[in-house]
């Protein structure tokens, strides 16, 4: 992709500017985004508008959020050509989504910054009622994570949280020769889709976190040890647990099952 005139500034380290350059990849992302009339389309990180302004020609609206203050100014200027831009300059875990989907809920997409990935997932999570999907470029490292299955090495808290909460499908994987500059690993391209709260089930949301937090915290205890601070072993029991398992053996339901019945409890 030609570089517009309108951005004169090198890439910043230290927001994680990699900038996509290759046009197959920006097509395939919006190919599997597919806004459709109507849709709130919001994205994260827009950088120079490599994704930004192909989602413009075929949306004709798009709010952005960029905490670079230096991109603020050409993305406006560039985005003219290409449909109605509305720019959010703040950092996005200021950003509270719910008053974006005052309308319906909005579709969240993003080639986010990879040092504040897990960050960035978290806050959506914390908003998850108002988003209807995300489609995101991470370390494709991150997003073996979040899809893992339970009994792996990389299953963990990242697995277990973003599974409680969504629907996560990997989509493809994507070369470092894709951005400018490239980044030192793989990345990858992951949808998630939020599940309605009935079929989450997790009664407190605070402790369910705590607790996967816990679990996960060293991982070769077994749960007796490592929940020492939440429950005892006859409460991991009682939820169908063994208490001498490791929290890398459980699946997501168990997790759900054991918060829920210290929830009830607590009350
Ligand atoms: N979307 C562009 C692309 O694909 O070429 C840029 C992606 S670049 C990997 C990440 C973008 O997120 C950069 O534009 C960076 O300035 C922005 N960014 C970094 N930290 C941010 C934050 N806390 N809030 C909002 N945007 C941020």
Redesign the pocket.
């Known amino acids: 992709m030609t570089r517009s005139p309108h951005f004169t500034e090198p890439a910043?380290k230290h927001?994680?500017?990699?900038?996509?350059?290759e046009r197959r990849i920006i097509d395939k992302i919006v190919q599997a985004v597919n806004p459709q009339p109507g849709d709130r389309l919001v994205?994260?990180?827009?950088?120079?508008?490599?994704?930004?302004f192909p989602l413009l020609d075929r949306h004709g609206e798009l709010t952005v959020?960029?905490?670079?203050r230096d991109?603020i100014f050409p993305l406006t200027e560039a985005a003219r050509a290409h449909g109605a831009l509305e720019v959010i300059h703040?950092?996005?875990?200021d950003v509270d989504f719910g008053a974006l989907a005052a309308d319906g809920p909005i579709r969240l997409v993003?080639?986010?910054?990879?040092n504040?990935s897990t960050p960035i997932l978290f806050h959506a999570l914390g908003h998850a009622a108002a988003i209807r999907d995300m489609h995101f470029?991470l370390q494709k490292e991150v997003v073996e994570r979040m899809a893992a299955a339970p009994g792996g090495k990389v299953y963990g808290r990242l697995s277990v949280m973003l599974q409680a909460y969504c629907r996560v499908t990997p989509l493809f994987d994507v070369p470092p020769g894709a951005?400018r500059p490239p980044p030192k690993v793989d990345s990858a391209v992951v949808r998630l889709v939020p599940r309605p709260a009935r079929e989450v089930g997790i009664d407190d949301a605070a402790l369910f976190a705590a607790l996967v937090r816990d679990a996960f915290g060293q991982r070769r205890k077994t749960l007796r040890n490592a929940l020492s601070k939440l429950c005892g072993a006859g409460a991991i029991e009682a939820a169908g647990v063994r208490p001498d398992a490791r929290a890398e053996q459980l699946e997501v339901a168990d997790f759900v099952r054991l918060a829920n019945r210290l929830a009830a409890h607590a009350s």
């Open positions: 910043k927001l994680g500017q990699h900038f996509l350059h994205e994260i990180g827009p950088g120079q508008g490599a994704i930004t959020i960029e905490f670079d991109l703040r950092d996005v875990l993003g080639n986010l910054p990879y504040l470029m951005f």
